[in-house]
């Protein structure tokens, strides 16, 4: 393609008076004209109404056009919407451009009318530059295995599963433990309708094991994940149970003979199990294992078995499958109670925790549901402490676990069932039953008598006499210091995320929030998504849940799952990395930046290749890569450059020149435009997809074009769309590239390195303020420092 | 409710204290030898034996019953809350040992107690004359010969669980040392002279001489339990395990050849092939 084809259509919107009323848009379309290449220019009132659409296909229909620039609104808002015109109108939808002089400019600059047309005019140049080194792309489609895997067998990935399967695909449920069920199968009863939790879940428990398109894995791990949406390739080990899955039938012959007692893990270690066992009695798969290391090898078992269903060769099994979706459903696990020692949890054997308490409590646990206390004595007299490991910045969970005032209040209702003369007293920072029915059950516990005093208790103690506890507490709204002398206290456990859920997160490449918790996608709008497509997030692993939130968190990420399966195929942007063999020496780095695992380095074949369905976009590869081997599609170095170039044209010793990666920083800014804070004129955002593809290069660019100041804004540190493009940005523009403008003669305060998220549009609008003070202050000063480079990777803007 | 254990100048107690049940293994101190039985037969490696005594790894322990059934002086014993925990030996898996002593009491004469002047151990007499013709005999016996050579009567027959070999060559011994004579229950081992005797009809292979003697890689003591005696046969790899370490190979082989045994190495054979098919 020569020059002379390239033949930009620029439309500028009036946006009715919002940009109008700060913008002279005839001014800017006049000057638009001006621009090389630019053959046809045409303002819009409303450009993305449709007589605005119409007239740019008219535009691109009468006038021949190639490349489409739209200045107007954020892209965030309406990039799609322009894309699908122009592919209407028969271009490529790669081929258009959108300048932001909306919410980057006339929103922001409303006092200085000079400046921002100054800043209109560069954003459009910038705009059109960009457009005229536009390529034509194509989105991505790859087909879906119309198969799924749930990690994790509790209720959610039960549930995930049986729907799923009904949904008439094959699902792999995969569970570490020997049988599915998670901690509701340790339950006694369920809130607000104190329903009995085993009587529920065993029949889901059992429709799972025996659905006819579940394939259910127990005693297994995933031990490895590659691939991509749509074809996922996962090994899962099998650990062996040392008795045949298919001749054991569940008799249960062999455990009477066994000699070994252990503290069964199922009843919280309160009651004991032989070393060869079944979970629980409800167990799915109903199978036996052996605990190998505590087993004495003595044989009574395989006597015992005339089914010859031991056997202690076994070993472990990889299976291999390839799965369209992943939900991971992991769950959580209770808080360690003994991590608050001022509770004496461990020490004291009348403290016991809610989980403790659940078993007791049960008709099938220690002492066949009596609260009987350790030395055999009924509790008549009991009392509860919230938030243990809850709301605790102590302990370093500062979320609220959501299900356990509502837990409490259920246990304590049991005791009352049990007992109606024994004393309850819950002590709690806030009564929290945020759930339907659960206040309806708050009152019913307060008909019953049971007692709620509001305080954290800042101690147990035992009274060394009789074992009794003593609870010390500031009773808050009666503003005295109680001592309380009880039976028995149970400590209501928080939830946190499993130490399993860590290996998870490394595996599937889905990151985790600073407590733990897997993150979503969106925190509202897309709940069960991961960032990684393909992987949907069911129950507590993402967030504390009750068994409602859990089951309905499940049905929703199989309802996603659903979506990509039964279509078949899924398209990914086209806006991914592609390597250019001639440069590359086959070093690795990109590997290394990669988070997805989509490129691929053969020292062998030496060669490298990026799988584009895997590769997400970011960029980051691209910024480092040492040979310049790399490119991003349609955020080419080419384009970059030429943005840059064009806006540092004029005055460039004024200027701010901003990185802003798009999910972040980028919606900062528009979120600063929307609310209309304030900032001056001579800043000019460059937008990128992660600020991992500014690379070293852009930023010198811009210095040696002689711009004021230079600030790259990244999401933060946790909060990376693309994991961890934000820590090799910082790595490279933050803790390297400083000295290199030192030596340079750059003074480094000219570059800033600040975090900005999508909420924090007024930081963002203090920050250029207070970058512009400081440039004002040294404009003089900094003018004459010239960047002096050498060796500097050569890539020209070249003339379009 | 985690496995505990806590030891004072009595007993060493590990305890499986679950909710509403406890399952705890005893060691009486006085009443142990310090002999190493028990270690052998210990199919989890639980047992640490020192000269300062035997000890129990509470974190291997899994409470299977085996060292309070081979412990030659009862100073072991299992409890599932207040009963013993036997279900090893109700299931078959480990034979019992012959009754201690068997005494004909219509043969004792009146007022006769040589039975009981003769018994002489460092853990005490465990043999009494209650009454005329009422004789008990206590956990503590070895199965020496003691009381029955000194029976008038000869109305004691003892029941031995080892045969064995043991020597002494005083002559390798260490200058003046007299361990093995200190810790000998049945006093089998005796000084004389400043030299170590030993009388061999009276030595019970318990082993605890083995367990001091400092010089036993130099030959000065040799100890070789052959032969284990027990009522029939255990069906169980503790029993074979125990048979093994207790006793020389050549038991150990009859015992697997024993038609119990048997069965299990068929069994264990045919679950294999099956697997391979």
């Known amino acids: 393609m020569t020059n002379d084809d390239v033949r930009v259509g620029v439309f500028v919107c009036h946006c009715g008076r919002n940009i109008a009323a700060t913008v002279d848009v005839h001014a800017v379309a006049e000057y638009a004209k001006t621009l090389p290449n630019v053959v046809y220019v045409k303002e819009n009132i409303y450009t993305c109404a449709e007589p605005g659409q119409n007239e740019i296909k008219a535009g691109i229909k009468e006038h021949n056009l190639n490349r489409v620039v739209v200045a107007a609104c954020s892209p965030k808002l309406h990039e799609p919407t322009f894309r699908e015109c122009v592919a209407e109108a028969g271009l490529n939808k790669y081929l258009f451009e959108m300048v932001n002089i909306r919410e980057h400019c006339s929103w922001v600059h409303m006092r200085d009318r000079e400046n921002t047309m100054k800043k209109a005019c560069d954003l459009v140049k910038s705009g059109v530059a ?81 659905h006819k398109n579940i394939d259910l894995i127990a005693n297994a791990e995933v031990k490895n994940v590659s691939g991509y949406v749509g074809n996922f390739d996962v090994e899962v080990e099998i650990k062996p149970r040392y008795v045949d899955d298919v001749k054991c039938n569940g008799c249960g012959a062999c455990v009477d003979v066994c000699p070994v007692i252990l503290p069964n893990k199922y009843d919280m270690n309160l009651k004991p199990r032989k070393a060869i066992y079944a979970s629980f009695a409800q167990a799915v798969p109903l199978r036996f294992n052996i605990d190998v290391d505590r087993c004495t090898k003595c044989g009574l078992c395989m006597k015992a078995c005339d089914k010859h269903a031991i056997n202690f060769n076994q070993q472990p099994k990889t299976r291999n499958m390839r799965v369209g979706t992943i939900i991971v459903a992991v769950g959580c696990e ?111 516990a307060r008909e019953a008598g049971i007692m709620f005093i509001r305080g954290r208790p800042s101690e147990i103690k035992e009274n060394s006499k009789n074992k009794n506890v003593v609870v010390v507490v500031e009773n808050t709204l009666m503003n005295e210091i109680m001592e309380e002398e009880f039976d028995m206290a149970v400590l209501a456990l928080g939830m946190q995320p499993t130490e399993n859920a860590k290996r998870i997160s490394t595996l599937l490449h889905i990151p985790a929030d600073t407590s733990g918790f897997f993150m979503e996608s969106h925190p509202k709008l897309k709940p069960v998504d991961t960032p990684i497509d393909g992987i949907y997030l069911a129950g507590a692993s993402a967030q504390p849940r009750d068994i409602k939130d859990s089951v309905m968190s499940a049905s929703a990420a199989a309802a996603r799952a659903g979506i990509p399966m039964t279509a078949g195929k899924v398209s990914v942007e086209g806006i991914t990395s592609v390597v250019d063999l001639s440069k590359c020496k086959v070093c690795g780095i990109c590997a290394q930046r990669c988070p997805y695992g989509a490129i691929t380095v053969d020292t062998q074949k030496n060669t490298t290749s990026v799988l584009g369905a895997s590769c997400k976009g970011c960029g980051t590869c691209v910024a480092d890569c040492p040979f310049g081997a790399l490119e991003q599609n349609h955020f080419t170095d080419e384009q970059i450059f030429a943005q840059i170039d064009a806006l540092l044209e004029e005055e460039p010793e004024k200027k701010i020149v901003s990185f802003n990666c798009n999910w972040c920083s980028y919606a900062g800014a528009d979120l600063a435009g ?49 994991i961890s493009g934000n820590v090799w940005a910082k790595k490279r523009i933050d803790e390297q590239l400083r000295a290199t403008l030192q030596k340079s003669g750059v003074e480094p305060r000219r570059l800033r390195f600040f975090y900005i998220s999508a909420a924090e549009g007024l930081i963002y609008a203090n920050l250029i303020n207070e970058m512009n003070k400081e440039l004002q202050e040294n404009l003089e000063k900094w003018k004459g420092q010239k960047l002096v480079r050498a060796g500097a990777k050569k890539v020209e803007a070249k003339p379009a | ?145 003691k009381c029955a050579e000194a029976c008038p009567e000869g109305a004691i027959k003892v029941n031995p669980v080892f045969f064995g070999d043991i020597e002494i060559n005083a002559e390798k011994c260490p200058t003046g040392c007299v361990e093995c004579v200190d810790v000998c229950p049945t006093r ?84 294999q092939m099956v697997e391979e098919k």
């Open chain 1, 334 to 444: 209770p808080f360690d109670a003994t991590r608050k020692k001022e509770y004496g949890y461990g020490k004291y054997e009348n403290v016991i925790n809610s989980m403790e308490f659940e078993r007791i409590i049960c008709a099938s646990g220690p002492t066949g549901g009596e609260l009987v206390r350790k030395d055999g004595s009924h509790a008549k007299k009991v009392a509860f402490i919230q938030c243990v490991g809850s709301r605790d910045e102590k302990v370093g969970n500062k979320y609220c676990s959501l299900y356990c005032c509502a837990a409490s209040i259920k246990q304590a209702m049991l005791i009352k069932e049990h007992d109606p003369d024994a004393q309850v007293a819950i002590f709690y920072m806030d009564m929290r039953t945020h759930g339907k029915g659960y206040e309806d059950l708050y009152d019913r």
């Open chain 2, 1 to 145: 409710m985690q496995i505990s254990k806590y030891s004072d100048a009595k007993r060493t107690v590990v305890d499986n204290r679950l909710w509403a049940m406890k399952n705890s293994l005893v060691l009486e101190k006085n009443m142990c030898i310090v002999c190493d039985v028990c270690s052998k037969a210990c199919p989890m490696e639980a047992v640490v034996l020192s000269s300062a005594g035997v000890d129990i790894d509470e974190k291997k322990c899994n409470l299977c019953e085996v060292c309070a059934y081979v412990c030659p002086t009862g100073a072991i014993n299992i409890f599932s809350d207040k009963n013993k925990k036997e279900i090893l030996r109700q299931s078959g898996g480990f034979p019992s040992f012959p009754k201690k002593l068997e005494i004909k009491v219509e043969k004792c004469p009146k007022d006769c107690v040589e039975c009981e002047k003769a018994c002489d151990m460092t853990t005490g007499g465990a043999i009494k004359v209650v009454s005329h013709k009422v004789i008990d005999v206590s956990e503590k016996c070895l199965r020496c010969v």
């Open chain 1, 674 to 722: 929307v609310s209309r804070f304030q900032y001056p004129a001579n800043v000019r955002i460059i937008r990128v997809m992660c600020s991992g593809r500014v690379s070293k290069d852009m930023v010198l660019r811009a210095f040696e074009k002689g711009a004021g100041m230079v600030l790259v804004a990244p999401c933060h540190p946790a909060d990376c769309h693309y």
């Open chain 2, 188 to 271: 089998a081992i005796k000084e004389k002279n400043g030299k170590v005797l030993l009388e061999k009809k009276y030595c019970v292979f318990c082993g605890a001489c083995e367990v001091v003697c400092p010089a036993k890689d130099k030959g000065a003591l040799v100890m070789k339990r052959n032969i284990m005696v027990s009522n029939g046969d255990g069906f169980s790899a503790i029993w074979t395990n125990a048979l093994e370490k207790l006793t020389s190979t050549k038991s150990l082989a009859a015992a697997y050849n024993s038609i119990n045994s048997e069965k299990l190495r068929k069994l264990a054979l045919e679950s």
């Open chain 1, 130 to 210: 960009k457009a005229s080194r536009l390529k034509p792309l194509e989105d991505i489609t790859v087909g879906v295995e119309k198969a799924a895997m749930v990690i994790g067998g509790g209720v959610a990935g039960c549930q995930a599963a049986l729907d799923l399967g009904s949904m008439g695909f094959k699902t792999y449920l995969v569970e570490r433990e020997p049988s599915i069920g998670g901690i509701m199968a340790q339950l006694d009863k369920t809130l607000p309708t104190l329903d009995c939790s085993i009587c529920i879940l065993g029949p889901k428990l059992v429709d799972t094991g025996k």
